[in-house]
C-alpha cells in the first residue's frame, strides 16, 4: 500500500471521533495513533495547569446535542455531524421562540451548503451550526434545545514520542488533534505525521527525533512548558505539520527567524518539488508556530503544506471531507515533501574534491558511454556540483547553489565518492 | 489655526522681503523669525571670512533698479518684483541701445510668462531679469538702465536655535533664507521648521534640538565650520528642510552614506503618509546636504520635501508662489511629515513581550468586544506587533518588519504596555 | 595600423596551422608568437607528465590524411582543411565498404555546409569530418582511407612570458593554442593576447604581468602543476581570453568566486563599453576557468569574451572564419575591453579630497566657461565623484557607485589632482 492510501485509511478511521481541546474525542485519538505507533506516550495535565499565559480549561464532553423543531424534527444532530454542536456548549435544555434561538445559531451565508466549525473555548455559552439553507428554512414556532455535555475539572491530553539517534540533537514535529470531523485541517496532520514517524523507525538515524500530537494553542503551550529548556538546548530544525492533505497547493510558512535551516530546507524541497507553491510570511501564520517560534521560545521550525489554513474554501467547515478535499495522493505528495525535507537534514554533508584542477572523470568510467538525451545534462550537473566540492559548502548549499534538488545531487555523488574523488567531512 | 494656516500667514509676511545671500534682507527675514521664535540666536561673520574653500563675499544691498523704455516706460523694475534685479548685481546708471541691453537681460523662452531667478555671487556684473513676453516686445531705441545697490565689506548672518532635551545628543535642523520672493523653494523651508521649533517647544525632548537658519551653500559652509566637532559629536539624525510646501509630490533625498537613521525614517514616513513619494538618490541632491554631508563632514542628515527643487516648472521662477504653488494643506502635509520623522526619533523604544508563548489577550480585555469590520485588521497588527517584541527591535524596526506606520503601532502598544505585558527597556 | 587589424593580419599567418594538444603546430605556433613577443619562454614536459589528475598523453603528429572514393578522387583531404581529420586520430591505410567507413565519419546534418571539429584525446581511434553534404552524396563502393600520422612519447609545449613591474603582485592572463583552423575559437586569442603584450610592453606597469599560452584543458594543467604555489601567492586578478574577435555579442563568464577584482571590473568595462552583453554564470563555464578556478586553485580568473564558445552557430566548425566570424573590428572592440579592464587595475587609487565642504571649482577655472550642450553633465559627473572622494571608495569603486565608466573619472578628475584639490592615497 502507497503511504498515501495508508494516511487515507487511517484517517477514516479517526474521522468520526469528536474532538475538541480536552475530553474523550482526544483520548480516543491518541489511542488510534497509538495502535500503529506503540511507542507513543500519552499524557495530560490537569484543569487549572498554567502554561505561561494561558490556563487549561475545564474537560469538555458532549454526549448528545439537538434542536427539535415545532414540527418535531431533530436538526443539527450531533450525531449526524459533529459540528453541528458549537466546541465547548455548555449544557442546556430549553424551548424557545425561533427569535431567540437565531442567537444561537452559526451558518454560512457566502457557503449556504456548509457547516461551519465554531467553538467557545473561554467564554461560556452555548450554540448549534447548521447550514445556511437549513438555517433559512427554519419557521416561526416553539423550538427545543437539548446539549448534554459536562464541562468539569478534568484533563488535557497530549502524547510525543522519541525515536533516538546517533545525534542527541533533535529534530521536532507536531501536529494537532483537536479539530473534530474534518480532514484537510486537521486530520491530514496527524496522519502524515504517524506515517513520518513509521519510516524514521525503519532507518538509520543521524538525529533523535521527537515528535508531539497537541490540541493547537493551549496543547503546544502545555509542550512548551513542560519541555522548554531540553527543546532550546536540543532541537536543530522542526516542522509544524498540518495541512497536508489535499492535492491542489503547495505552501511553506516561514519561522519567525525566516532563515533557520528548517526553513532554507523546506525552500528548497518545494522549489524542486512543486515549483509553484506559495510563500507565505510570519505575518500569514495561524498554527502551533505562533507559540513554538514566540519570541524567548524561538525553536526553528517552518511548515511545510499543501493548500493553507484559511486559505481555501472548505477551511472549518463541514465540506473539509475526505475525498472532497483530502486525497491519498494529496497526503502522499505532503508526506513526501516532509520525508525529502528531513532526509536533506539526515544526509548533508561537506564533500571536498581530492584532485587539483577537474578530475578527468573518463579514466574512471564515470562519464556514460552511451550520449543519449539527457546524459549530458547528468555529466553537466555532476561536474556543476565537483566544482563546488571545495570543503566549504555542504551538499545543501552546492544544490542551492546550482539549483538541482538535493536528492538528485546525493544519489550523484554517491559514484564519486566511492571512487575516492570525493572525501566526506 | 491649523498649523498649515499659520505656516501660510507667516510666509506671506516675509514673502516681500528682498532676501539674498547676505544684506539686510536676510537680517528683515531673521527678525521677522525672532517674533515667533524669541530665543532665535540670530549671528554674523564679515565679509572675507574663510569658510573651508568658500569665502565670504562682500555684502549687497540692492535700493532700487528699473529699464526705462525709448518710450519713457518703466519696466523690471526692483520695486514691483525682486526676482527683476539679478541678485549681486553691481550699480549701473546708464544708456544703451537694445542690441546691448540684451546682452544684461534673462528671460525663459519656454516659460514665458515667468519672471527668472538670476544671481551671480562669485563674479561681479549686472542685470535684469523678466518675462520673454516682455522681452520679445521691446522695440529698438535708448535705453536707460538704473541699478542702485552697494557691494561692500559687510556681513553674511544666520541664526540657530538650541532646545534642550534629556539628552546631549542632538537633532540638527537646517533651512535657508537667502532667496527672494518665491514661495516653495524657499518660503516653506523657514516657515514650517518654525512650526516644528514651536511644537518641539511645547513638548518634553528626549533629544536637544539645534535648528539652523543660513543662507544657502555659504551659510551652513559658514555654520559647519564654527560647529564642527560639535555637530560631529552630538547629532544623531538631522533633517534639511527645503520645498516642503506644494500639494502635488512628497519626496525624499538621502544622506550621502544613504542608511542613516533619518534615512531610514524618512522613507518609513513617507512610505506611509504618501505611498507615491519620489524616493531622489544622492546623485539628485542639489541643497544644503551637498554641504552637511560632504566628505569628512558627514552628517546623517536626509530630505523630506514635497516637490524637490528643480522638479516642478514654477521653480526658479516668479510663479513660485503663494496660492499658485504652495498651499496651506501643502505646507500642513510636509509639517506633518516631519513631526512623524522626529516623532519616531523621540519615541522609539525596545519593547520586549513579558510572557513566553502568545499573551492571552482576551483575559485582559484586549480583545475587540465587537467585531465590526477593520477590528480584526487591529487585532492582527496588534499580534504581529507583539510577535517581535523580543527585545532585540525597536519599535521602530517592527514597524518596518510588519509594514505598520509606526504611529499606528506607537499607539497600539499603550494598552499592552500600561497592562505590563510589554516591558520598556 | 589599429589593433584590430594587427591582429587580424597574425591570425591570418597562424590560420593554416595544423594545431592540437601536442605536436608541431603547437610549436609552429608558439615560435611564430615569438616573432612578435621576443621574450616568450617556449616550454615542455614530456608524454607521461602528470598534472594532477591528468597525464600528458603521446605527442600526435599528422603528416597526411584523405579518403579515397571508389572513383579514385581523394575527399577529406587534411591538406585542404585540417579540420578533415579528427585530432589524435591514429594512423590507417585501410580499404572499407561504405557503411565500416560510416562508422568513423562525422558531420553535422542541422550544419551541412560545416565540417565539425573533432577529437579523441583520451582514446585511441581514426576519423574523419566533412560535411554533411559530401557525406550523403558518398555512394557504396570501396573506399581506401590513408592516415599518416604518428602517436609516441614526445612532448606537449607551452609557453609564457612575464613582464615585470612596480610590484611583484601579478595580473595573470592565459589564452590557449590548441585548435587547428579556427577564427573566433581560438585564434582571436592568442592574437589579441599578444596585442595586449606589446601594448604592457610599451607602458609603466604597476603590476607584474603573466601571461601563458597553454593546450587548453591539459595545459593549464600542466602550467598550474609548476606554479601554483606561485600563483596563489601573487596573482591579484586574471583573465581568461578566448573567443574574442567577432562583432557580434560582448560576454563575460565569472570566476568561480564569481566577485573577485577581475569579475568587478569585468562587468563594469562591459556594463560601459557594451550595455547589452551577455552575463554567463560559473554553471556556463567550459575553458581553463574550468582549471584555474578549480576547488584549491581559486585564482581570481573571469573571462572577457565576445561571442561566446558553444553559443554561436559556427562554433567548433570549419565555418568559424577569418572574414565570416571574425573581423578587424571584432578583435578590436575585445582588445579595448580587456585593456580598459587591465587599465583599471593599473590606474585605480583612492582619492580623498582636501577641503571639507563642496570644493569651489569657480575660482580654479574648473567650471566650463562655455555652457554647451553636455558641459553641465560633465560638471554634475565631476561633483558627484568629488562627493565621494572621501578616502574610503577607490575610484573605481566611486564609478561604480555614480554608473559612469572608470576611464571618464580617471579623465575628470586628473585636473582636480592637479589644482591639488583631491590627494592620491
Redesign the interface.
Known amino acids: 500500500m502507497r503511504v498515501g492510501e495508508w494516511c487515507y485509511e487511517l484517517a477514516k478511521e479517526l474521522w468520526p471521533i469528536p474532538r475538541s481541546l480536552t475530553g474523550p474525542g482526544v483520548r480516543q485519538t491518541l489511542e488510534r495513533l497509538r495502535r500503529e505507533l506503540p511507542l507513543l506516550n500519552i499524557k495530560s495535565v490537569p484543569t487549572g495547569y498554567q502554561?505561561?499565559?494561558?490556563t487549561v480549561p475545564d474537560e469538555w464532553c458532549a454526549k448528545s446535542a439537538f434542536i427539535e423543531t415545532p414540527g418535531g424534527k431533530r436538526i443539527a444532530d450531533f450525531s449526524e455531524n459533529n459540528l453541528h454542536l458549537m466546541g465547548y456548549s455548555e449544557p442546556v435544555d430549553a424551548t424557545l421562540d425561533l427569535d431567540e434561538l437565531q442567537e444561537h445559531l452559526y451558518s454560512l451565508p457566502d457557503e449556504p451548503d456548509a457547516i461551519p466549525y465554531v467553538t467557545s473555548y473561554?467564554?461560556r455559552r452555548w450554540g448549534f451550526c447548521l447550514t445556511d439553507k437549513a438555517r433559512k428554512a427554519l419557521s416561526n414556532g416553539k423550538y427545543r434545545v437539548h446539549i448534554d455535555s459536562t464541562l468539569e475539572p478534568g484533563h488535557l491530553n497530549y502524547a510525543d514520542i522519541i525515536i533516538p539517534g546517533e545525534s542527541e540533537d533533535e529534530i521536532f514535529l507536531s501536529t494537532y488533534i483537536c479539530h473534530p470531523s474534518m480532514a484537510n485541517n486537521e486530520l491530514s496532520g496527524p496522519v502524515v505525521t504517524a506515517a513520518i514517524v513509521r519510516w524514521l523507525q525503519s532507518k538509520k538515524r543521524k538525529y533523535t527525533y521527537r515528535i508531539a500530537f497537541v490540541p493547537e494553542?493551549i496543547g503546544?503551550?502545555v509542550y512548551?512548558?513542560k519541555n522548554?529548556p531540553h527543546l532550546k538546548a536540543r532541537v536543530v530544525a522542526g516542522f509544524n505539520i498540518t495541512c497536508i492533505g489535499d492535492d491542489r497547493d503547495y505552501s511553506y510558512l516561514p519561522s519567525?527567524r525566516e532563515n533557520s535551516i528548517a526553513d532554507r530546507i523546506a525552500v528548497h524541497v518545494l522549489t524542486h518539488q512543486a515549483p509553484a507553491f506559495t510563500r507565505y510570511t510570519?505575518?500569514d501564520?495561524g498554527s502551533d508556530e505562533?507559540?513554538y517560534c514566540?519570541?524567548?521560545?524561538?525553536l526553528p521550525m517552518a511548515s511545510i503544506m499543501r493548500s493553507k489554513y484559511g486559505e481555501y474554501p472548505e477551511y472549518h467547515t463541514s465540506k473539509d471531507t475526505l475525498g472532497g478535499v483530502v486525497t491519498a495522493s494529496g497526503l502522499e505528495g505532503g508526506y513526501l515533501a516532509l520525508e525529502r525535507a528531513i532526509t536533506v537534514l539526515e544526509e548533508d554533508f561537506v564533500p571536498?574534491?581530492r584532485?587539483?584542477?577537474?578530475?578527468?572523470l573518463?579514466?574512471r568510467g564515470l562519464y556514460p558511454n552511451v550520449s543519449i538525451r539527457g546524459s549530458t545534462d547528468h555529466v553537466?550537473v555532476m561536474m556543476?556540483m565537483i566544482?563546488?566540492?571545495?570543503?566549504e559548502r555542504s551538499l545543501f548549499e552546492i544544490a542551492e547553489k546550482?539549483?538541482r534538488p538535493f536528492w538528485e545531487l546525493r544519489q550523484a555523488i554517491e559514484p564519486l565518492v566511492a571512487a575516492d574523488l570525493i572525501s566526506v567531512t
Do not use: H, M
Open positions: 502554561a505561561f499565559d494561558w473561554y467564554r494553542t503546544s503551550l512548551l512548558s522548554l519567525r510570519w505575518l501564520r505562533r507559540q514566540a519570541p524567548g521560545v524561538d571536498r574534491v584532485v587539483l584542477g577537474e578530475p578527468q573518463g579514466k553537466r556543476n566544482s563546488y566540492c571545495d570543503g546550482i539549483g
